[in-house]
């Protein structure tokens, strides 16, 4: 009886004590407070331009002491780098941060990708000025050592020791072990979250990955942590053996290690056999090389991660969903990435702020701002603005960033500018040609196709063939689906008009620049490289392709930019079918669904989109939209 008592004691210890003794939040980094949150971005060495900022809001006086009382300061990252006085800026979050702590208030400084940086080795983003800071701290010796290791590193180069005084010049040294685990700044980094929660707000550097989406905020720290910590860990070991040299950038590292590691073997190659005679270094490069790959020190990190920030919200927004359900919180505030307004946005409906409005000035053009948070009430301090104001809405236009103007403008020209230029572009069954328009300074490019098996059809009665409806190749179509991605604000489509062209009407659609298709991608080997993961884009793919009932999606009409592998969505003359059911290729596509996209699904109705496509489709047509519509909601992955 004794031992079934132990046995159910046990088992009430494992299934309800431990998982409150290991799964309970961090309260360190998931806080509740009634008290203001005000958080900044990033500074880069502005230290003008913060402190100016933290006075005008009331959070530092005239000594550049904290007057915050219980304020939470928030910094999203990036305090260092660029700027002239990041040894400064570092100084005084020390300061304010013990100095917030007695007054019942906290400043949270959240790790970026310099701050990280500079703790793994990487100081090419330090300018003359934060060398200088640091000159004080270094003594004649220890440059005069760290000079002559680089010179018998490369002493087959003409003038080494002239190069390393221009690589790394006074000061290098000290701001170096300043950095490193046990220095003064180092040492202070490494205690600092990656990640933060406070009340309803998730506060990041970069982003969430999708790799992250499933993990707690304790989690992501904890990771984060381990990971860094192993990586700083070995490369002291290795500076410990004099074989890794404080002038090795981190990027550098491992072929370093493998030359020192292949000197050896060559002079000695039983070293490579015998495990007795290798070196005790010879593990931690292997080490160094392997906590080197790890998520936190490359792009899928949170503090690296861009996708958030600069990839199109339709696409993100299922994964910045889902973990935002799993945290808990209503929205993310980011920074990395400054805006293009120098303004602070809000984006995927307000689930996410950016707020690196590019405050070094000198650098970035931007301007210093916080955002401030009480209770439900969100605004935006932009310094010398004595009002506060809300954040403004992300407005993104596919036709600004391709060519620089609106739709309206691109439109505008598509159908008045005069036609300079007629080119066979020689693929195709619809024998497409490549058009040049001008009008005024501006010069565009753009498709011109004019095949229609079924002229009118969108004006004839309901009687009408429903195989016509289903099979016609209509260049009408491509602009019913650009007038849809727009009513979807998908900013997937480039602009198209209705135009005659020496007594043929077609469609005239802008020709993006410096793009390349699927097809041509795969045929050159041109490495897909884009903050912006081609699956996650897919996603948006098979939900417009589902809603048109498009079943001729192919590598020739999926294009890419070339600068930054954004997905555009061309050739849609034989879409816009009348079946509810998924084309072929799609059965068995993933529907993901936020309920950002999904708010914007809904919005459309009978009314709206009659009123839009009316002049390019048949009612038959219109209703398969919402029929297709209702099924992908009936269908579709949600993100809770």
Same mark, same amino acid.
Not at 72 to 101: F, N, T, W, Y
Not at 142 to 164: A, I, V, W
């Given at each position: ?8 004691l046990y088992l009430i210890f494992v299934f309800i004590i431990t998982p409150c003794a290991f799964s309970a ?22 230290? #003008?331009?913060l402190t100016a900022l933290l006075k005008e809001i009331k959070i530092i006086d005239k000594s550049l002491n ?22 400064? @800026? ?46 004080? /701290? ?14 018998? #590193?490369?002493?087959?180069? /003409? ?14 040294? &000290? ?16 205690? $600092? ?8 707000? @998730? ?50 590292? =491992? =072929? ?11 002079? *000695?190659? *039983? ?15 292997? +080490?160094?090389?392997?906590? $080197? $790959? ?26 910045? +969903?889902?973990?935002? %359900?799993?945290?808990? &919180? ?37 301007? &210093?701002? !916080? ?21 403004? *809405? ?40 490549? @058009? ?8 565009? %490019? ?18 009408y063939s429903r195989s016509a409806l289903s099979k016609s190749d209509r260049y009408v179509y491509d602009v ?26 077609? @469609? ?36 417009? /392709? ?24 061309? *050739?849609?003359?034989? =879409? ?12 068995? !596509? ?14 459309? %109705? ?28 009936? +269908? ?5």
């Amino acid at each position: 009886m004794v031992r079934y008592i132990r046995y159910w004691l046990y088992l009430i210890f494992v299934f309800i004590i431990t998982p409150c003794a290991f799964s309970a939040p961090d309260s360190s980094v998931e806080i509740n407070t009634a008290e203001k949150i005000i958080a900044f971005g990033d500074v880069h060495g502005a230290y #003008d331009e913060l402190t100016a900022l933290l006075k005008e809001i009331k959070i530092i006086d005239k000594s550049l002491n904290w007057t915050g009382n219980k304020t939470h300061l928030v910094s999203i990252g990036d305090l260092i780098d660029r700027g002239p006085r990041s040894r400064d @800026v570092v100084d005084l979050m020390i300061k304010l941060q013990k100095q917030a702590e007695k007054s019942g208030g906290k400043v949270h400084v959240l790790l970026g990708n310099h701050e990280l940086m500079a703790m793994t080795g990487d100081h090419s983003y330090a300018n003359k000025y934060d060398f200088k800071s640091f000159t004080n /701290d270094e003594t004649e010796e220890e440059r005069e050592e760290l000079r002559q290791q680089y010179k018998k #590193d490369h002493e087959n180069e /003409d003038s080494p020791g002239d190069r390393f005084d221009q690589l790394y010049p006074p000061g290098f040294t &000290a701001l170096s072990r300043a950095y490193a685990p046990e220095g003064y700044i180092g040492k202070w980094l490494i205690n $600092q979250p990656l990640i933060l929660k406070i009340n309803s707000t @998730v506060f990041v550097h970069g982003g969430i990955p999708s790799g992250l989406v499933k993990k707690s905020i304790s989690e992501i720290n904890e990771q984060g942590k381990a990971e860094l910590n192993r990586y700083l860990k070995t490369a002291e070991r290795l500076k410990e053996a004099d074989v890794l040299p404080a002038y090795v950038n981190f990027y550098d590292r =491992a =072929a370093f290690l493998n030359s020192k590691a292949k000197d050896l073997i060559d002079k *000695d190659p *039983d070293i490579n056999r015998n495990s007795e005679k290798r070196p005790s270094w010879f593990d931690d490069v292997l +080490e160094l090389y392997e906590a $080197q $790959q790890a998520k936190t020190l490359n792009s899928e990190s949170p503090v690296w991660y861009r996708g958030t920030a600069a990839c199109n919200g339709n696409c993100e927004s299922f994964n910045t +969903e889902r973990f935002l %359900n799993k945290a808990g &919180a209503e929205r993310i505030v980011i920074g990395h990435t400054p805006t293009r307004s120098h303004r602070i946005i809000s984006g995927m409906g307000g689930k996410v702020l950016k707020i690196d409005t590019g405050m070094l000035n000198s650098y970035y053009r931007g301007q &210093a701002s !916080a955002l401030i948070i009480e209770g439900d009430s969100i605004r935006v301090h932009y310094y010398k603005e004595s009002e506060g104001t809300s954040p403004d *809405d992300e407005n993104f236009s596919i036709s600004k960033k391709l060519s620089g103007m609106s739709d309206r403008e691109l439109e505008d020209i598509l159908l008045n500018g005069e036609i300079t230029e007629i080119k066979r572009i020689g693929t195709g069954i619809t024998n497409p040609k490549k @058009v040049t328009i001008k009008k005024g300074d501006k010069t565009i %490019n753009a498709v011109f196709k004019t095949e229609d098996s079924h002229p009118l059809l969108e004006h004839l009665n309901n009687s009408y063939s429903r195989s016509a409806l289903s099979k016609s190749d209509r260049y009408v179509y491509d602009v019913a689906a650009y007038k849809l991605d727009r009513m979807l604000d998908l900013q997937m489509v480039p602009a198209a008009v209705i135009r005659e062209i020496k007594g043929e009407r077609g @469609v005239l659609q802008y020709w993006v620049p410096n793009s390349i298709n699927e097809r041509d991608r795969e045929k050159e080997n041109i490495p897909f490289n884009s903050y912006c993961k081609k699956d996650e884009q897919y996603w948006m793919r098979f939900i417009f /392709d589902v809603l048109i009932s498009n079943g001729d999606r192919n590598l020739t009409n999926i294009l890419w930019t070339k600068d930054d592998f954004m997905l555009l969505f061309i *050739d849609h003359s034989r =879409a816009f079918g009348i079946k509810t059911r998924r084309p072929r290729q799609y059965r068995k !596509a993933p529907l993901n669904l936020s309920d950002f996209f999904i708010k914007k699904l809904e919005r459309l %109705n009978r009314e709206n989109l009659t009123k839009e496509l009316s002049d390019y489709l048949h009612p038959f047509q219109i209703e398969g939209i919402i029929n297709r519509r209702d099924m992908i909601l009936k +269908e579709g992955n949600r993100t809770h």
